[in-house]
């Protein structure tokens, strides 16, 4: 099957965003059908032959997330869209809900309508202003129009939706985080077991999904599981959205089949790398993701392929670094990032993200120790599978794979006064720094 993107073809539109250019365009025809024609249980199970996967970083398959809901239960039940899209290097929910925002809403009524949800929340990140705008925007065009509210589309169904905004922590995007933070409490996550689609929001059975992974849905509508599956692998399939930054001549969100070459995007879609320079490094799906050498970046850009290649596609952000990128620099920007970001609540992470921080810092600063790169070793392992939620598993996979896979920059920094970035950005601090 040729693909046919469903996010991107009307984006340079100045209207896409509005319900009467999305109604033009097909819009809406997805849930019409989806009430009509399905029953709750048979499009559950369309969305599981669909072989859909999130699209929120962990890509748990949809169809069977939803079959975990119990169906006989007199609790409320939920559905909270994870719109916090935090991690760094990726913005495509930015880009769908700014948009797109009737594609999610109609996504929205598809899931509730398969689950039997009333009641839907999208939890957006606080930075997101515009996007929030867009949001409340399109919501009161729908109710308007009787597409939400006490009879979705004319059909004897009630769904409504509240849009709520976070208050910029990337920890309220793991999924226990947002649900304790849409319920007033400080955003922190939570043992599982119980799962939200058991004991979710307000101790209510809750559906959470990523907006790329709910925006999907109105296109499984429209062509079928077994159309959905010929895009791109048939483990993980579909139309994905790759966000590209860094030292490309072409940054941007960029919609492609799953699996697309990592190089080949670069490449072919990017404009390659900046300034006629060679390709270092790549971060393929976040920055907790391993990142990968310039030789190990002919992969495909999917669950599988990643996973083999020792990263994961995570949330699809791609940073892309050139050859003069310092590799010790760069580290202590992600380390910076996750121990600001741990939410403290285990020792491994409240600690272990500010030693990795401290010790990348001092190599950069000229303070740095061979003895170091063992340390920041002995420091992952500490941390790695031993915490509430993976953020700390999160810190840690980059650190351990850039000491790994470029070892001899790191051994350069240590045996000749720091990094050369640091040295040419801030000279007067040099051999100052952080003393662990
Ligand atoms: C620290 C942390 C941050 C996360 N941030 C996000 C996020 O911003 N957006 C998101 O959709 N999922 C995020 N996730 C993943 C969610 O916990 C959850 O798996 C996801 O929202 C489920 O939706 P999906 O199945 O549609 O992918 C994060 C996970 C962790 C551990
Ligand atoms: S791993 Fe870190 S962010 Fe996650 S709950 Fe523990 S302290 Fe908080």
Known sequence: MSFR????PHLGDPNCHTLEFYEKTGGYEGARKALRDWEPDALIDEVKASSLRGRGGAGFPTGVKWGFVPKQTDKLKYLAVNADESE????????LMERMPHQLIEGIIISCWAVGIHSAYIYIRGEYVHAYQRL???CAEAYDKGILGSKVLG???HLDITVHRGAGAYICGEETGMLTSLEGERGQPKLKPP???IEGLFGCPTVVNNVETISNLPYIMEIGAEGYKKIGPESSPGPKLYCVSGHVEKPGTYEL???????ELINDHCGG??????LKAVIPGGSSAHVLSADECDVAMDIESLAAAGSMLGSAGVIVMDDQTCMVNALLNVMKFYHHESCGQCTPCREGTGWLEKIVHRIAYGHGKLEDLDRIDTVCDRM?????CVLADAAAFPAWSFTQKFRDEFIHCIEHGGSPEVKRRHPDRIGGGLHV
């Not at 993107?5 to 991107?8: D, G, L, S, Y």
């Not at 790398?273 to 060679?278: A, H, I, S």
């Not at 790695?384 to 509430?388: A, S, Y």
């Open 273 to 278: 790398v900046w300034k006629g320079r060679k």
């Open 88 to 95: 760094p290097g990726t913005f495509k929910d930015r880009v």
């Open 257 to 263: 089949p799953m699996g697309v070459n990592l190089l």
């Open 136 to 138: 409340v925007a399109a």
């Open 195 to 197: 799962f939200p689609a």
């Open 384 to 388: 790695v599978g031993k915490t509430i």
């Open 155 to 157: 059909h004897d169904f």
């Open 5 to 8: 993107k469903i996010f991107t």
